[in-house]
């Protein structure tokens, strides 16, 4: 489980006419806690938009998020209340694009819906939010509530609650004014961790659309009288050095986490079979990330998966070009090489070649060695059919090849239970092994080393 660095005192925040007059009525009863009549305005207002909020001039729509998420908020949706008041800050992001769709005025928020839309002739224009203020303080306090529960799930590996909660706390914070990239990013591990992976994909999408890194500067000086350490901002920080009530004045940056994002996301896209798109993705991360073998292996994987049988052999030899006397990277190869029963050979070379470099990688000998015994319950399905069918010679032969290649992976499995005498994986197969080959000896020996680690793990 990775652990998440998130402070808990986060930054305070201080900063159609029927449509209209219902909309307008709305806000009046949310900000008298009449949610009841809210609700019903708001319903009013929904049913003649149909929605088609394009319709609504930005300082109307803002009105309309502002009633629906505070009455949401209020009512206990607190996850979906956060979504609509989160859409607020879009208004201020992002470009409203204005014009005629015959005889209605229109205003699409962001190039993508007025592209969509297919309405010529839109004009650019801004817009400036005017609810920030009043937000503050209904939603502070809220905040620090669900990042406090999100913490405290995660902590208790409640994934799913504190994804709930961080993109709570996210969307709460979004809402004011203020893009807080971490709670995102910790929504998004939640819900990986939560198997939820289609919000994780959308967290992830939105993280890397809004450039996000993970690097921050902090600033912090401790209280002298009390001991206690506070953060401030970089102008505070710098002025009380000259303030002999504190000390030790500390600067500290996180370290990027960009390539994480990237990493993960790609990895879900392919876990989803979303192959394009992880393409797409990876393909954008190698763009920074040049020498990451995940990104590199994803993308590979991605092109076999989706039977781009060339684009998966350059995929492989950009692999090893990048990192020839890498252990890990030719690893990696031959797993991507063993999924195709052509590269067999060059999976096997690409093991081998692990093993050189790195002969205490337990996983290559594993992977070598399960390689080289084949699809072994293809192979006792097709014995089995045989003796059925009265094939008694052919069977055996089958019963041989098997043996054969046995003997062939035997060491690479001895070197692996070697490498890791506590991993009951590898022992119980070395066992099985030595049945098969019919050493007596070693099987009776292993067979009393299985027991007793079985025994153990009780």
């Known amino acids: 489980m990775k652990k998440i660095f998130l402070s808990l ?21 949310v900000e008298s806690n009449d949610f009841a009549g809210a609700n019903s305005q708001i319903a009013a207002a929904e049913s003649a938009m149909g929605g088609q909020t394009h319709l609504l001039e930005p300082a109307l729509l803002e009105q309309y998020y502002y009633a629906k998420g505070l009455a949401l908020l209020k009512t206990g949706k607190s996850t979906e209340g956060a979504v609509y008041l989160a859409k607020i800050n879009d208004l201020r992001k992002s470009k409203i694009y204005t014009g005629k769709d015959g005889k209605n005025k229109v205003y699409y928020v962001g190039k993508a819906a007025a592209d969509a839309s297919g309405v010529n002739g839109l004009k650019e224009e801004t817009y400036m939010p005017t609810s920030y203020g009043k937000l503050a303080a209904e939603i502070d306090p809220l905040i620090q509530a669900a990042n406090k529960v999100a913490l405290e799930a995660y902590n208790s590996q409640n994934f799913s609650l504190a994804a709930d909660k961080f993109v709570e706390s996210y969307n709460l914070l979004k809402a004011a004014g203020k893009v807080n990239g971490q709670l995102l990013y910790n929504s998004a ?109 994803k993308k590979g994987l991605s092109y076999f998966k989706s039977g781009k049988t060339a684009e998966f052999t350059n995929s492989l030899k950009d692999l090893v070009g990048k990192n020839p006397n890498d252990p890990i990277t030719w690893y990696n190869l031959g797993v991507l090489q063993s999924s195709d029963p052509k590269l067999k050979s060059d999976a096997e070379a690409a093991f081998r070649k692990a093993i050189e470099l790195d002969p205490k990688m337990a996983t290559a000998y594993q992977n070598l060695a399960y390689l080289l015994m084949g699809d072994d319950e293809t192979t006792i399905t097709e014995y089995q059919s045989l003796r059925k069918a009265g094939k008694i010679e052919q069977a055996n032969k089958v019963m041989d090849a098997r043996r054969q290649r046995f003997v062939q992976a035997l060491p690479y499995v001895e070197r692996w239970q070697e490498l890791q005498p506590d991993n009951l994986d590898a022992l119980t197969m070395l066992t099985g092994m030595y049945l098969t080959t019919r050493n007596e000896a070693k099987h009776k020996e292993f067979k009393a080393k299985e027991d007793a680690l079985k025994a153990k793990a009780k």
Do not use: H
């Open 189 to 297: 591990l939640s819900d990986v961790y939560a198997k939820n992976t289609a919000r994780a994909q959308e967290s992830f999408k939105e993280l890397i659309a809004n450039g996000y890194t993970g690097v921050e500067t902090t600033y912090t000086a401790k209280e002298k009288a009390t001991g206690n350490v506070v953060d401030l901002d970089k102008a505070t920080w710098d002025t009380m050095k000259k303030n002999p009530a504190y000390s030790d004045f500390t600067m500290a940056t996180s370290p990027s986490i960009e390539q994480n994002i990237y990493e993960l996301y790609a990895t879900i896209l392919v876990d989803a079979e979303k192959y394009d798109e992880a393409v797409s993705v990876t393909e954008k991360g190698l763009k920074k990330f040049p020498s990451s073998t995940i990104l590199t292996e």
């Open 9 to 29: 005192a986060l930054v305070s925040l201080t900063f159609a006419a029927a449509q209209k007059k219902e909309i307008a009525n709305a806000v009046k009863a």
